[in-house]
């Protein structure tokens, strides 16, 4: 059963299975780190483009029919518009979707005023521009509740590399850090996957009750 519903097709074709991919890749870690989906929660899609996976995300983490609030932010703005057509108003009655074009990098352009406990961001690029990953990475990691994660995925293995130590420099604790053996090779570039690496981490001095390193 599925939380959400998305209004329209996605654009590209394949999406569909990539998605359904990711779904299943962030169900089986959520198991993966003991934690199951939560009532009413609070999540936050940060740099999220179109915003393929929103209903894999609100479906992974919330429990059917208790609804919960989602923001997706973007710089750019013909994504977020594509985003709103195909989510806002799919996690009715009780679930909110919104989304919005905004810097992820400067702290008051974010919602400050609550902590989530889920924060997503696909396909992180933190080799586009390091100082401003540093800065998204900083900003979720404040906004996450004590027992609040960060979800990461890359295109990349060094690219998932550099942002998984950027993110222990900030304190960060590693939860878990596992390969997605079913991700579509891409041939736009060598190395390149869709959602090739998955990395969960904690805020600084959370709650942690236990923690992965690593599965491999
Ligand atoms: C590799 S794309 C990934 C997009 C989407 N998450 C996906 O998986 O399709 C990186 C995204 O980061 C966004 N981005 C880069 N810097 C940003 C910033 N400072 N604030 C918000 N979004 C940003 C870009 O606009 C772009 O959509």
């Known amino acids: 059963m599925t939380n959400v519903r998305a209004a329209m097709e996605f654009s590209f074709p394949g999406i569909s299975l990539d998605i359904a991919r990711l779904r299943n890749l962030l169900k089986n870690a959520m198991l993966l780190i003991g934690q199951a989906p939560r009532m009413s929660p609070c999540i936050l899609n940060l740099a999220c483009g179109r915003a393929d996976e929103t209903g894999a995300l ?3 983490w919330s429990v059917a029919g208790h609804g919960g609030e989602y923001l997706g932010l973007d710089l750019r703005h013909a994504e977020i518009c594509e985003a709103r057509r195909r989510w806002c108003g799919a996690w009715r009655p009780h679930g909110i979707v919104e989304f919005r074009v905004d810097d992820a990098s400067l702290p008051h352009r974010l919602p400050g005023d609550r ?3 889920f924060i997503f961001i696909r396909h992180q690029n933190y080799w586009d521009a390091p100082s401003t990953w540093d800065g ?3 900003n ?3 906004l996450l509740k004590p027992d609040g994660f960060l979800f ?3 295109y990349f293995d060094r690219e998932h590399e550099l942002a998984l130590a950027a993110l ?3 304190g ?3 939860w878990l850090d596992i390969p997605h053996t079913a991700s579509r090779m891409l041939t736009d570039a060598p ?3 869709v959602d090739k690496r998955l990395a969960i981490l904690g805020p600084p001095e959370g709650h942690i009750p236990f923690r992965i390193e690593s599965l491999r």
């Open 140 to 142: 979720a990691l404040s």
């Open 136 to 138: 998204i990475y900083r």
């Open 168 to 170: 222990k420099s900030l």
């Open 172 to 174: 960060a604790s590693l």
């Open 58 to 60: 609100i479906d992974a």
């Open 115 to 117: 902590r989530h406990d």
């Open 152 to 154: 990461f995925t890359s």
């Open 191 to 193: 190395g390149k996957s």
